[in-house]
């Protein structure tokens, strides 16, 4: 049998051919672009590294300068023997570090910021800066000015143990964290707290909360590892892991911060470290605002019904980075993340802030780096507070250490015996 035609394909692979061959039979219409640099620094943007600054002749408020160049784009089409011009004015910026010469800062009064750093011993309660070229000026941006706290703060000692359980699957994961590692990461916290880890921060104080490694276990034996109880499970899977961390490694939590180096899920590296912030309060939640605080007459009465209502569990990938622990321990002691977003799980914004602290910038969801944009006006910020996402984590502003030091008095699950 003699194979028939198939009229209706023929048909789709003529349109096909007719299509493509007036695709190629246009000819792209000609089109030209320019761009000549037309003024020099055309707009200038200043940012401070904190709204608020202690008047003590020593804390800093650091700025960053933002330059653009003005340029002239000329856009020429030719088509049908016409020629259209298009001319539109942009800006474009500078590189970080090439910044032209001739930018400078000054207050409101005049005075020249020197080195983009400014300190002082004013009585005044604000001040007020811009950056200058030519006629060229930066937007105002102010900074409340107060004075240094002077009052004598008791100190808080937290006792930290991080347990280590190694599984079979796990075994090289878990065991790689020695000792220099939690060393290293207790070391930055306390040098956050204590305000010794960045040089002159613009709106801290040494809040004397202090974390410390501990060197025995609850029956008195000391561990072979400062800091560490290493545990090793063998053959078990995530879900036997976390039952045995429920029965046996659930240390007293009077006498221990808990930290769980632990894969309790096949999918644990995916999500976030499990950390819960405090649930319960012997005073007026209203002190601590942005937490959902059940008051109590006592601590006692509360039932512990998870490892994370008194300790905090990391995966093995978690442990990698030293800020996402002190900013997750930043959170279990009452401190909420600076990043702001909208959509689900959007943060609560109070008088334009999300973690309660007046003296912390909130920066936008999608600049993750160092580097990232203020919430309210989209200028450039460093991240150096510890609960900024992907931050140097070496700050702790007045504000925060207040409100881990209010926790620290009044949340029972929060209390340590010294």
Not at 46 to 68: K, Q
Not at 115 to 129: G, L, Q, R
Not at 258 to 268: F, R
């Amino acid at each position: 049998m003699e194979p028939s035609l198939n009229f209706g394909k023929m048909k789709r692979i003529y349109l096909y051919i007719t299509l493509i061959l007036a695709l190629l039979a246009c000819e792209k219409e000609p089109y030209d672009r320019f761009e000549n640099e037309y003024n020099g620094i055309a707009k200038l943007e200043l940012s401070a590294s904190s709204t608020h600054l202690f008047t003590n002749g020593v804390a800093e408020v650091e700025f960053v300068l933002s330059a653009y160049y003005g340029i002239d784009i000329t856009e020429k089409f030719y088509g049908d023997g016409v020629i259209k011009d298009t001319i539109y004015r942009d800006t474009v910026k500078y590189r970080m570090r090439n910044l032209p010469e001739g930018l400078d800062i000054y207050t409101e009064s005049g005075d020249k910021v020197e080195n983009f750093k400014y300190s002082t011993e004013s009585s005044d309660s604000e001040v007020t800066f811009y950056a200058k070229s030519g006629d060229v000026e930066s937007e105002r941006v102010s900074v409340i000015l107060e004075a240094a706290p002077k009052e004598e703060l008791t100190e808080y000692v937290i006792p930290v143990v991080f347990h280590m359980v190694e599984t079979d699957s796990q075994e090289k994961a878990i065991g790689n964290f020695k000792e220099e590692k939690v060393k290293a990461v207790i070391e930055s916290l306390n040098k956050a707290f204590a305000n010794t880890a960045k040089a002159n921060a613009p709106h801290s104080i040494d809040q004397k909360v202090r974390f410390e490694l501990v060197s025995v276990d609850p029956t008195g034996n000391k561990l072979s590892e400062l800091g560490i109880n290493r545990v090793q499970l063998g053959d078990v899977d995530e879900a036997e892991a976390l039952s045995y961390l429920n029965e046996n490694l659930m240390w007293d939590h009077n006498l221990y911060l808990n930290i769980w180096v632990c894969k309790t899920s096949p999918w644990a590296q995916y999500y976030d470290p499990e950390v819960e912030a405090p649930t319960h309060i012997m005073a007026d939640p209203s002190i601590i605002p942005g937490l959902d605080l059940i008051q109590v007459e006592e601590g006692d009465a509360i039932e512990i019904t998870d490892p994370t209502d008194i300790g905090l569990i990391f995966a093995p990938s978690h442990f990698q980075e030293n800020s996402t622990i002190i900013a997750s321990i930043g959170k279990y002691f009452g401190l909420l993340p600076t990043i702001f977003y909208t959509g689900w799980g959007a943060p609560t914004v109070v008088d334009g802030d999300v973690d309660y602290c007046a003296d912390t910038y909130s920066w936008n969801r999608g600049s993750m780096g160092i580097w990232k944009t203020t919430k309210d006006d989209n200028k450039v910020m460093k991240s150096v507070n510890i609960m900024d996402d992907n931050s140097i984590g070496s700050v702790v502003s007045y504000h925060q250490g207040q409100r881990v030091r209010n926790v620290l008095e009044h949340c029972p699950l929060r209390q340590y015996s010294n």
